[in-house]
Structures are given as C-alpha cells and as structure tokens.
C-alpha cells in the first residue's frame, strides 16, 4: 500500500494526499517540496500510533495551499488529529478520509523553513500474528504531479517481546534498543516504487507437515521407487521428524543434501508412505563465521534441459546481465506471471528459452528456469528449489499448483547458497533478492539436473485419490519429535548386526 500525493485518479489506492492551491493555475513541474518523517509505534493487538511531520515547501512564491487532503479508508483511521505552531488545524471528513484547513497565518508564516504541521492517528491494520511471527505492512508515500518528495524517513518502533527483525523490506539504515523497545530507522528514496513497508518479527516459523507419497509399480518386474522427504539445511530448515511410515529399505543423501529414502516394489505392488513431521523456517541474520565453500562449483553452472545456458540468445544476454543482481531485475521487469495458464491441467514446463520468447506465459517454472539458466551462462553456480510456500492471498504470491511453488538459490562465496524468488518478487513488487521470508518450506534441490529429484506433491497416482501435502502453521514442538538428523542416525544404528550395537554400546560410542 502507498500514500500518495496529489492524485486525480489513483482512487483505488487505499491513502491519497491532496494538495490545494489558491489559484487554480498548475505549474508545470511539482509545485512543493515534500519532507516527510513519520513514526509507526506498534502494539500488541496489532494498531499502530502514527505521527506524520509535514513540511511543505513552495517553489513558486505565486503559490501557496490552503487545504491538504488525507484520503483513507475509513475502516483503518481512529482518532485524527492534526497540529500545527499555531495550535490544533482544522480538519472536515469527506467520503474518503479527512481534509485540513491550511490557515493563511500558516502559509505566510512559512517561510524559508515552509509549511509545517503534524497529523496523529491510530492505523488499525499494521501488524498481524501468525504462528510464531508478527508480520507488518505499512503504507509509504509516492511523487505525484504536484508535490516531490525530496525526504522519506520512517522510524518503526516495536515491542521486544515481538523478537528479532527476520525479514525487512527495505532494509533499515539503523536500528537500536530502548527502555523494553526496538527502534527501526528507513530512508525512502524520492524515486523509489516500494509499494510498502513489509517487516517481520520473531525467531523463527513452524510448520506441521503432513507428506504422503503414493508409489504404484504397474511393471512386470521389481522397481525400485526413490522418495524425496524434506531435507535439513544449515542455517535455513530444520526438519523434526514424528513418523516415516512405511521406513525406507534404504536412505541415502546426495550432494545437495536431498535424503532419499528407496523402496523395492514387486510387479503391481502398491504402497503408500507418509511423513509426518515439522519444519522450522529461520532466515540467518548473520554472515557465517568462515567462507563456504562449493565441492565442484562447475557442476551448477552447466546446461541441461529446462537451463539451457549453452543457447547464444542466453549466452549474450549473460554477456549484458553479469551478475545475480542484474540477472533477478531483468527477469522481474521482463516475465508476467499468467494466472490463466496456471488454471490449465497439465501444465507445461517451458525451459529458459522458450520462456524468455514467451515472457508474458510465465509461472514460477519459467521464471526459475530462466533464471537459473542466464546465472549459470554467467558463470554462476545456481540451483532450484522445489517447496511449499505458506500464503494467505494467491492473487498476490501466486503458485503454479495447488501445493508446489519453485524459486532459486545462486551461491555466494561469503554467504553460501542464498534463495531468491523472481515469480514473488514480480507479483508482489517486494525485494525477494535482497530479503527473503519465512513462508517457503523446501522440499527437493534440484542443483545437478532440472528433472530430479521429485519434490513431495509430485507423487500422484489414480489409484490414490487423496492429498499429499498437508503444510499448517504449528504451535509447538512435542516433545516426542526427533530432528532429522538424529532419526537417521537411529534409522542406521537399527540396521546395524548386533555384534556392531553391541560394540558401540560398549564403548560408548553410541547413546540413544
């Protein structure tokens, strides 16, 4: 959401300011200077207190306003007051929000420091808590005709028990404590198109999961099925684990970290797995202590059948967008997301080039697979990630299926493997390259080629007519939760010989 200044016809924006001038002549550049620094005070039943210092400055000494319009829903404004130097200012309601009367004592009195006053209200819709996280979405302020904003400054301030910052667009020039408060400083360009301020508090997102894989062997012969359960990931994903049910007949991880589990199957042998489990989602806030490093970096900047990144169309754009930064512009600017497309069953998977040829058919596939393939033509090591992504509006962070969502990571040589999701940050407007969320579960990397391993969800067979992803926010971790990696160490010690435990057991080597 936007505060905008001056506008005729931008009625469908949720705040609008209006500014009246006493002739009706209109010059042709903005005719004020607008410098804003407003304060967002947060409380626990999710209102904001909001203070807008105003200061409007003529650039033509022909011109002075006499009335300054504040154009909101009603439903989200409580108690509005404005105030200036000279005591309370007027203000009448209209059909949209309020108007202020800018006395001629105001304006005459104004310069060379302009015209200054000071709005309060009460925002009801700031903050809202889901599962573990507060998540903040405040209105900012844009150009418009008459007026330029030549200074933004945004100081949000929350309550401690809220937690840690883990999620900031923009990302704030400064932040520090005070008597039981954090406070969050944001500079906003007077060119910028941030669509709001988009925070999340805590420590970290829980979800329950619930996966079921249907495997069916409609072969004459012995199969062996391969199922991709959630994998943990350093400083990202932590898995815990209730139940695998049926156990695997073997585990094994590869060089992405996928866990694997494989199932032999007998001709015409049906079997369902499930998962049953819980994910913990935290974003690193810190750079890690040592520089990662990549076992064969070259395996993920090679072409295979969607990253086709050996194309000359790809290659030479590769050339002009040389690095993730430019890469994730280009491809946000340059493919729409169609929703209609997303309707039709099956869907097909584009590839990188025939995306890039058709950009206004794009999903989620086309946007990660394009992605991918002009950071591997660049010499940059890239991956796709293949996930759940917990929304509430599907019209504003729209997904390819009804469960599935892809995205990607390129790796960084100071901070590892970093995602990024050029489908949200298109649909949304918000920076999904600089700042990530909370609400993407990963479910399969898919970093040596661009078919395997199947994520959960991509298990359907017409002999099971069920669901296969379950994904809801959780309270808690029960205590008869195990984390991934200690259910696997008991998945190996169990397939142990007895003389092996018993040795291990001997000598200490092995408490369960």
Same mark, same amino acid.
């Given at each position: 959401m936007r505060f905008l200044l001056i506008s005729t016809y931008l009625s469908i924006l949720l705040l609008m300011f209006c500014i009246h001038p006493f002739t009706a002549a209109f010059a042709q550049d903005a005719m004020f200077d607008n410098k804003l620094e407003s304060s967002f005070r947060l409380h626990d039943d999710g209102h904001a207190s909001v203070v807008h210092k105003v200061t409007l400055q003529s650039n033509n000494s022909k011109y002075y306003p006499d009335s300054f319009s504040f154009q909101i829903d009603p439903k989200t404004l409580d108690q509005f007051v404005v105030n200036s130097r000279f005591g309370q200012l007027q203000s009448q309601p209209t059909e949209d929000g309020m108007r202020i009367i800018l006395p001629a004592q105001l304006s005459s009195d104004s310069s060379p420091s302009g015209i200054q006053f000071e709005m309060k209200y009460t925002y009801l819709p700031a903050a809202s808590q889901k599962g573990h996280l507060w998540e903040v979405s405040l209105p900012v302020f844009v150009n418009s005709q008459d007026i330029s904003l030549s200074l933004q400054r945004y100081n949000v301030i929350v309550p401690d028990s809220w937690g840690g910052l883990q999620v900031a667009y923009p990302v704030p020039i400064s932040s520090e404590k005070y008597n039981g408060e954090s406070v969050y400083t *944001?500079?906003? !360009?007077?060119?910028?198109?941030?669509?709001?301020?988009?925070?999340? *508090?805590?420590s970290f997102q829980l979800y329950d999961l619930n996966l079921r894989y249907p495997l069916v062997n409609e072969s004459n012969d012995d199969t062996i099925f391969v199922v991709t359960f959630p994998p943990p990931i350093a400083n990202y994903q932590k898995i815990f684990v209730n139940t695998i049910d049926p156990e695997p007949d073997t585990i094994e991880m590869d060089t992405d970290g996928n866990v694997l589990g494989k199932y032999l199957l007998k001709p015409n042998e049906q079997k369902l797995v499930t998962f049953i489990g819980q994910a913990q989602i935290q974003i690193p806030q810190e750079l890690p202590q040592q520089s990662p490093q990549l076992a064969e970096p070259l395996q993920y900047t090679l072409p295979d059948l969607y990253w086709e990144s050996n194309d000359d169309m790809i290659q030479n754009l590769a050339i002009?967008?040389?690095?993730?930064?430019?890469?994730? !512009?280009?491809?946000?600017? &340059?493919?729409?997301?169609?929703a209609k497309r997303a309707q039709t069953a099956p869907v097909e998977r584009y590839g990188a080039i025939k995306a890039l040829q058709h950009?206004?058919?794009?999903?989620?596939?086309?946007?990660?697979?394009?992605?991918?393939?002009?950071?591997?033509?660049?010499?940059?090591?890239?991956?796709?990630?293949?996930?759940?992504?917990?929304?509430? =509006?599907?019209?504003?962070?729209?997904?390819?299926?009804?469960?599935?969502?892809?995205?990607? !990571?390129?790796?960084?040589?100071?901070?590892?493997?970093?995602?990024?999701?050029?489908?949200?940050?298109?649909?949304?407007?918000?920076?999904? *390259?600089?700042? *990530?969320?909370?609400? &993407?579960?990963?479910?399969?990397? =898919?970093g040596i080629t661009s078919t395997k391993p199947l994520p959960a969800g991509s298990y359907r067979d017409k002999n099971y007519n069920l669901q296969t992803v379950k994904v809801e926010l959780a309270d808690k971790t029960p205590s008869s939760l195990v984390t991934f990696e200690s259910w696997l160490d008991q998945y190996t010690f169990n397939r142990l010989p007895w003389w092996k435990k018993w040795w291990l057991k001997v000598t200490g080597q092995w408490n369960s």
């Open positions: *944001f500079e906003v !360009q007077n060119n910028s198109q941030l669509p709001e301020l988009h925070l999340v *508090f805590g002009e967008l040389d690095t993730p930064t430019k890469i994730y !512009q280009y491809i946000t600017e &340059h493919l729409t997301y169609d950009p206004d058919e794009s999903l989620c596939m086309e946007f990660t697979d394009a992605t991918i393939a002009l950071l591997r033509a660049a010499e940059i090591p890239a991956r796709e990630i293949n996930g759940y992504t917990f929304i509430n =509006k599907t019209d504003v962070q729209p997904i390819a299926t009804d469960v599935l969502h892809a995205w990607v !990571q390129y790796w960084d040589t100071n901070r590892g493997w970093i995602n990024i999701d050029p489908t949200w940050g298109s649909t949304t407007g918000r920076d999904y *390259f600089n700042s *990530f969320d909370n609400d &993407h579960v990963i479910f399969a990397i =898919k």
